[in-house]
């Protein structure tokens, strides 16, 4: 018998633990993962949907270091600023995280061909670790999708399907080819056990700052799936005793594609208001998980805050001129959002934060010249 | 008083510890770091010619995953086959161990301002630890070196110097600006410290792998600053009786580019007969340590090949196809080697190996496409 259960995070609703992707049939939700024993962890660990350790699909991903950034940090002002730095994953951003865990599953269930798509890391990341658990990957991108990043995609072997037309058009080929052909969805804004595998992030947060836990997290969001997931470790971690507190998550997007950010503010906001940004792996006009993400934000005390693509880019040049870090944009609109929370007082002069530097500047389009 | 000197490995010459990249005055050899003192570890971890662990200047290098490779391993066919992923290092290759030390020693000496040489990935690991630790850095590259790795040199806010002419000329350049300016030539070939700071891929492998140490750690092989630091790791650890045994270290180079294959098997080779290479990162026709090279091949039992273009990309594919890892040529050269080892019979099959995958993929230029 299975120890999980896929739960619905807004309605409580179960099913049996299986590799659909399909969200919840009440209310639509995407749907997560629910454990039916407690392991035996001691609440140091996060719980893990895989079955046997030994079949875990692994490339090393996670236990990414934590740096202090000084010359950023003391110009905003603030107490510690850290850079926990997720672009040292295997494929170059935070996804192995949940594509380790996704791609575990689906290669204990005998899975030997899938559908994902993504022109981004999310599509590396699954070529990977699919290449590694010798999984046929098909990735669906969009037709005009940089050439830079199909690379990377392609280097791994992945068949990748180019579709014209709109961001939606790409999701819905890739699922039509998924029904067409009898393949697993493995989509990483709906599956549940890649938002399971992000979890981790929170665990290492606490393992390595211990009792200097930071009382900011500040995310660059497209699909939520890294502050869904630290959101839910964190959330054990508290229910175990191991911390007394969460810290106070916050929600960070580009001016150009701000779904949440209007959403948590009572702005009006639609998929038509959306414009091209540097910020590619935020540019999700319309996430899957919103009301997961809000509903994170109003527990923790968090924000949701826009910025300006010169922002983004200014960030990106000072981390890389000023601390050493190539980021991509997207996670330079991450600390681009930290001066607007500092400067809207929501984080205080004085506070100690914490940034996931979520994907590697080589990884991205050239940035224009300074 | 300095608890560090710099000593000859050659010839065992020593002076005082300084920024000077100079050689020895007796024999020409680089120079090394010497210990005067002995310091409080347990042999545990690597000892460190930084004075203040406070002033230490880091990203989070090291501490890069070890995974195991069953299909190209299980091919060969070999015991377990194991890629340690230096290339998960902050500025994406195994040179921020050695540049992290060298750049902490600088820092502390108060060093404001240095000069380089190199297009690759030692440029921009020099670069990217100088911007953090407030140090400006002017890098020297050929005319002619390639735009993707330039970007990331540029990205940390460098000043790039291009300079025509063959490689030497580059080298040349460097030290007179350095001369020229009274700055400090820290050069990734030279300097003592950025040998002694590779030193820490021994511990982390002793530490990760224990009772479990394979017999062969087969290197692509430059300046060959890792292989060097590797043993000298080792050799540290050995002495504390914390291993029994230093693995064999192989030597693999580029049939184009091959002094070391050539010295080392007593065959004629000299810069004139270097060819273009696909594995930019050893592309070293004239490698300023290559007696001390030699000497730990000969010591460990370890061997030189030489491999073709073709199997360099064959295993960049295999790597990146069958295991999930995308790495730059360089390191695929590697494992082109250890084909060539098994071959000779140099590794037997059955026997546990280790491979650093030194650079990523996402580093280089686009591979011809298969």
Redesign the interface.
């Given at each position: 018998m299975s120890h999980i259960e896929l739960r619905c995070p807004k309605c409580g609703i179960t099913r049996p633990a299986d590799m659909s992707a399909e969200a919840c049939r009440d209310c639509g939700s995407p749907m997560d993962v629910g454990y039916l024993a407690t392991r035996d962890t001691k609440g140091d660990t996060a719980p893990s949907p895989v079955h046997e350790t030994s079949a875990r699909v692994?490339?090393?991903?996670g236990?990414?270091?934590?740096?202090i950034l000084n010359?950023i940090g003391g110009r905003l002002p603030l107490g510690r600023l850290r850079a926990k730095?997720e672009f040292?994953?295997?494929?170059?951003s935070f996804k192995d995280r949940g594509t380790a865990t996704m791609l575990s599953v689906a290669g204990e269930r005998g899975v030997t061909e899938l559908v994902e798509d993504s022109s981004g890391n999310a599509g590396a990341s699954v070529?990977?670790?699919?290449?590694?658990a010798?999984i046929k990957a098909h990735i669906f991108v969009p037709a005009d999708a940089p050439e830079a990043k199909l690379?990377?995609i392609r280097?791994?072997?992945t068949e990748v399907h180019p579709i014209a037309g709109p961001r939606e058009a790409v999701t819905a080929a890739a699922i039509a080819y998924a029904q067409q052909n009898a393949l697993v969805y493995a989509s990483h804004m709906l599956s549940p056990y890649f938002a399971e595998g992000t979890k981790t992030f929170a665990y290492e947060v606490v393992e390595q700052l211990e009792d200097d836990l930071p009382g900011h997290v500040v995310f660059p969001v497209g699909n939520g799936s890294l502050l869904i997931g630290a959101f839910n470790g964190f959330n054990e971690l508290l229910a175990s005793g191991r911390i007394e507190k969460i810290p106070r998550l916050h929600c960070v997007q580009s001016r150009n594609v701000m779904p949440l950010v209007a959403a948590f503010n009572g702005q009006k906001w639609g998929p038509e208001d959306a414009a091209k940004t540097v910020a590619g792996g935020i540019s999700i006009a319309a996430p899957s998980r919103q009301w997961q993400i809000l509903e994170i934000l109003r527990l923790t005390g968090g924000s949701a805050v826009a910025v300006e693509e010169s922002s983004i880019l200014k960030f990106q040049?000072d981390l890389?001129?000023?601390?050493?870090?190539?980021a991509e944009p997207t996670s330079a609109a991450a600390f681009a959002g930290l001066e607007i929370l500092v400067d809207q007082d929501i984080i205080q002069q004085g506070d100690d934060v914490l940034v996931p530097a979520t994907g590697?500047?080589?990884?991205d389009e050239?940035?224009p010249s300074s």
């Open positions: 692994t490339l090393g991903e236990n990414t270091p934590c740096v010359t730095l040292l994953n295997p494929t170059g070529s990977a670790y699919a290449a590694r010798g690379r990377q280097a791994y072997g040049r890389a001129e000023d601390e050493g870090i190539f590697f500047g080589l990884k050239p940035p």
